[in-house]
């Protein structure tokens, strides 16, 4: 079936560095895409969200690009904090309520 | 403006026996969804509710139901519980329409013995 996946279980990042957390959907009708930090003993929080009709959206310190060419999706993280340490998911919208999940990725900030 | 909130936040239950989950939705969201992860699956969707109505069920058997009030706060029942059934159930709220995103609560952490 369709599936978002995540190229990198594991990204390690020194502290004050930026950090780009990538992902690949393959339902090429998507039209909204997610992206979510859940930290441990957490439950996913929003970061930042983005629709077919754009190319990039920017948050705060946080930048998404989508390239609906090669179903390609990235969060780009300005300047990482050790708070920026989680595990990182992007979700693609289906029907009501129902995202489906790729497989996350940990970020690590070493300082 | 108070997030999702979801009770309890640790449940331990034995094989056999059934549990209720609840969730309170963010002021003013309609929807709510439920999620079940574990590390082997990853987050699964297991079914939506909207104005009391459930308008989207994910692929898990029917020993996992649930339901919606009238003021959005939601409960979701699983009967006969298995072990592989230990997991942190997920509760998101959002206004509803497709292009909405969900707000995540903490969760509540099922360990079935």
């Known amino acids: 079936g369709e599936s978002v996946g995540l190229h990198l279980p594991t990204l390690s990042v020194q502290e004050g560095d930026n950090s780009i957390i990538n992902c690949a959907y393959s339902?090429?009708?998507?039209?909204?895409f997610i992206w979510y930090k859940q930290e441990s003993g957490k439950g996913p929080q929003f970061i930042i969200d983005?629709?077919?009709?754009?190319d990039k959206r920017q948050g705060q310190r946080v930048t998404v690009l989508l390239n609906k060419t090669v179903k390609h999706l990235s969060l780009q993280i300005a300047a990482t904090q050790p708070g920026d340490s989680a595990v990182y998911f992007c979700?693609?919208?289906?029907?009501?309520?129902?995202?489906?999940f790729g497989a996350g990725t940990q970020v690590v900030v070493t300082p | 403006k108070a997030g999702v909130t979801q009770t309890p936040r640790y449940l331990i239950k034995t094989r056999g026996q059934q549990v209720t989950l609840s969730c309170s939705p963010i002021?003013?969201?309609?929807?709510v969804s439920w999620y079940q992860q574990t590390p082997g699956q990853g987050l699964q969707f297991l079914f939506e509710?909207?104005?009391?109505?459930?308008?989207n069920k994910g692929n898990f058997p029917g020993r996992f139901s649930g339901r919606q009030f009238s003021n959005s706060r939601s409960e979701m029942n699983v009967s006969t519980l298995e072990l592989g059934d230990s997991a942190l159930y997920l509760c998101?709220?959002?206004?509803?329409?497709?292009?909405?995103?969900?707000?995540f609560g903490n969760g509540t952490r099922l360990t079935v013995t």
């Open positions: 998101a709220s959002s206004l509803g329409d497709q292009n909405s995103p969900l707000h």
């Open positions: 339902n090429s009708a998507s039209d909204y």
């Open positions: 983005i629709r077919s009709n754009m």
């Open positions: 979700a693609e919208s289906g029907s009501w309520g129902k995202l489906q």
């Open positions: 002021s003013g969201h309609r929807s």
């Open positions: 509710y909207f104005s009391e109505t459930q308008r």
